[in-house]
Structures are given as structure tokens and as C-alpha cells.
């Protein structure tokens, strides 16, 4: 499975996800989204502050921080990595909702962990700051700000050829080969 998202002020709720499932401060995580100017970054950053500080979200209730500052796209997002998980199925995830989400759903499942996989990272602070929480490394950083699933896609060759490997490469004893 592959993740993607499209919208506009989206990355407004999933700075506010990173932030109360990292513990960083929202300057860390907020990013610039569509490339707004410096007067409406701070006024994101503080929109961000406000909320975290009105809704107090609480990281041991996954549920309760999607609900209170997450937005519908972060728990659609939440639901696919949990299906995937479920099903066995690696899900690639590209830009930051899809890696705030994916905060929501090992928050939930902590096993999900196992079944992402972390496709490019995105220019937005809170990505980086979401992936090394899950202690994920991306496997491409094109320096991208699409989120729209181009850097999942990317990324699904490279997953695919490594599992071929890991499936179908010989060992030096199937192999013939002594040591």
C-alpha cells in the first residue's frame, strides 16, 4: 500500500499530531506547507501552540489526540496503515500526514510499526521529526513537498526489490559456494 494526501492547510493538524506524540515544540515541527510567508508561519506556529494548549492532547490516548487535533484525512490515513498491518501488507507512507497518521496508528498498534516503511522525506519539519520518533529511516529524500503519494511510488520499486532479494537469494550452501 502506498500513502498520499492531497489538501490545503493539512499540515497545520499533523504539525499539532507530531507535536503531542514527540513532545517537541510546535516551531520544530510546523513547516510551511504550500509555502506560506514568514507573517502567516507565525501565526501557523502559534494556531499549532494555541491548540496543543486548549486541547492538552494526551499521547496515551491515541484516540483522544486524533480527535481533539487531528483532522479526518490523519485518521483515514491512521486506518490504512492499521489495515495494512493487519492484512501483513507494507505500507509506504510519503510526506507528513501520512507520517503523522502512521504516529496515530503505531500509538494504537504498536506492531503496525513493523509494516511501515517510511518512502521519501518530506521537506516539512514535523516528517523528519515524526519518521525519527518511529525510528524510521526514508528510503528517498528528493526534496519533495508533493505528499500526494509521488514519493511512496517512488519508493515501491525499491521495497519490492528488496524483498525479492531477501525471498529469492541463495545462500553460499544453496549456492555451492565454501567458505
Do not use: Q, W
Not at 507494507?90 to 497518521?101: E, I, K, R, S, T
Amino acid at each position: 500500500l502506498a500513502t498520499g494526501d492531497m489538501g490545503i492547510a493539512n499540515t497545520t493538524p499533523a504539525a499539532c499530531l507530531v507535536a503531542a506524540f514527540t513532545g517537541r515544540p510546535p516551531e520544530e515541527v510546523t513547516g510551511r506547507g504550500t509555502g506560506i510567508d514568514d507573517a502567516t508561519f507565525e501565526r501557523k506556529v502559534r494556531v499549532v501552540r494555541e491548540g496543543l494548549s486548549l486541547h492538552r492532547p494526551d499521547p496515551s490516548d491515541p484516540l483522544g489526540v486524533l480527535a481533539a487535533v487531528g483532522g479526518l484525512e490523519h485518521a483515514a490515513l491512521a486506518g490504512v496503515i492499521l489495515a495494512g498491518a493487519a492484512e501483513r501488507v507494507p505500507v509506504v507512507l510519503d510526506g507528513v500526514n501520512a507520517d503523522a497518521a502512521a504516529l496515530v496508528a503505531v500509538a494504537l498498534a504498536p506492531a503496525a510499526r513493523g509494516y511501515v516503511v517510511a518512502g521519501h522525506r518530506s521537506v516539512e519539519p514535523g516528517a523528519g521529526a515524526a519518521l525519527s520518533h518511529l525510528g524510521l529511516r526514508p528510503l528517498l529524500d528528493l526534496g519533495m513537498r508533493l505528499g500526494e503519494g509521488t514519493g511512496a511510488l517512488l519508493a515501491v520499486p525499491t521495497v519490492r526489490a528488496a524483498a525479492a532479494v531477501l525471498r529469492d537469494m541463495a545462500t553460499f550452501e544453496e549456492a555451492g559456494i565454501e567458505r
